[in-house]
């Protein structure tokens, strides 16, 4: 019988590349890694492990290995879903990752909600961006992620994860009153603010100002939309903001809608098996809870 504590050890590490990074995540030594992984090729009488210059890979048959210990990990997610299901009370720890805007604009009154209905749950909230989370969610790090898909540029669907389309959020065109411009294609020349090359959201903006006709003038880089808003305010750029940001801020007077009234799609991420999980059954309902609450009042479409 293969140790199943190896098997998720093994997995750790085709999870997060290295010794070290499986070491600080799991708060143990990499020579006590190590250790456990030589057991494991012990046990299954297979390399599992070769060099490859100063890190170390996994051969076809560790990969064999890990691919069933998904399977197995999948069970007990589901097993743990069954067992929370059948209490009476939502207890334990959730522990939830989320980008800026929804972060800002949802985990407020979904937390209230919980905290109300659910004394017992505690509950863990990390800003962070999808890009980073679902890796981590993978990785066990996390157990729900809040993400956002742009027109025809997603996030990858990363294998053993379950996603559910939580709503839709308009993109449009945020503009100084000084720059007294009409539509997408006026800006070209003049400066804007987007979140840094090579991001989703970034990749996405770019590639809509080149269909206007124009390559963008990004000016000023930040993951901070707060800050995007900020520049539009005081007079020193345009950006393509979500209607979603203007929960935590004042919308500028001139919103412009971009062709195609393009719009983002909120979704939440977990582990497959644990879908069924109360918690995240309960945080899932609170955050749609939150976002239906605002729809009206920032014209959010429904999913």
């Known amino acids: 019988m293969l140790d199943l504590h190896r098997l998720r050890l093994l997995r750790e590490l085709r999870q997060r590349g290295t010794l070290a990074a499986v070491a600080e995540a799991l708060s143990y030594s990499p020579s006590a890694i190590s250790q456990q992984l030589a057991q494991l090729e012990t046990e299954t009488g297979v390399v599992l492990l070769e060099?490859?210059?100063r890190r170390v890979r996994l051969t076809e048959q560790a990969e064999i290995l890990v691919r069933h210990t998904e399977k197995v990990l999948g069970q007990l997610e589901l097993a743990e879903a069954e067992l929370a299901a059948s209490l009476r009370e939502i207890t334990?720890?959730?522990?939830?990752?989320?980008?800026?805007?929804?972060?800002?604009?949802?985990?407020?009154?979904?937390?209230?909600?919980l905290a109300a209905a659910h004394p017992g749950l505690r509950l863990r909230v990390r800003q962070i961006d999808a890009e980073e989370a679902l890796p981590a969610l993978q990785a066990r790090d996390f157990d729900l992620v809040v993400g956002e898909d742009y027109p025809d540029e997603s996030q990858p669907r990363l294998p053993g994860l379950s996603w559910s389309p939580l709503g839709r959020d308009p993109l449009r065109l945020a503009v100084p009153d000084s720059f007294a411009v009409e539509?997408?294609?006026?800006?070209?020349?003049?400066?804007?603010?987007?979140?840094?090359?090579?991001?989703?959201?970034?990749?996405?903006?770019?590639?809509?100002?080149?269909?206007?006709?124009?390559?963008?003038?990004?000016?000023?880089?930040?993951?901070?939309?707060?800050?995007?808003?900020?520049?539009?305010?005081?007079?020193?750029?345009?950006?393509?903001?979500?209607?979603?940001?203007?929960?935590?801020?004042?919308?500028?007077?001139?919103?412009?809608?971009?062709?195609?009234?393009?719009?983002?799609?909120?979704?939440?991420?977990?582990?497959?098996?644990?879908?069924?999980?109360?918690?995240?059954?309960?945080?899932?309902?609170?955050?749609?809870?939150?976002?239906?609450?605002?729809?009206?009042?920032?014209?959010?479409?429904g999913a």
Do not use: Y
Not at 95 to 107: D, K
Not at 186 to 194: F, I, K, N, Q, V
Not at 196 to 216: I, L
Not at 260 to 265: D, E, K
């Open 51 to 53: 060099r490859a210059g």
């Open 92 to 113: 334990g720890r959730l522990r939830i990752a989320v980008f800026q805007t929804a972060a800002l604009a949802l985990i407020p009154a979904a937390v209230t909600e």
């Open 183 to 301: 539509g997408l294609a006026d800006l070209a020349g003049l400066p804007m603010a987007m979140e840094p090359d090579g991001t989703v959201p970034s990749r996405w903006a770019r590639s809509v100002c080149r269909k206007a006709g124009f390559e963008a003038d990004v000016r000023f880089e930040s993951m901070d939309m707060l800050l995007h808003a900020r520049l539009v305010e005081t007079g020193h750029a345009a950006s393509i903001l979500p209607d979603l940001l203007w929960a935590s801020v004042p919308a500028p007077s001139c919103l412009l809608t971009l062709p195609g009234a393009p719009v983002r799609t909120i979704f939440t991420a977990v582990r497959e098996g644990a879908e069924r999980h109360p918690a995240v059954t309960a945080c899932r309902a609170a955050l749609a809870n939150s976002l239906a609450a605002l729809r009206g009042s920032l014209t959010l479409d």
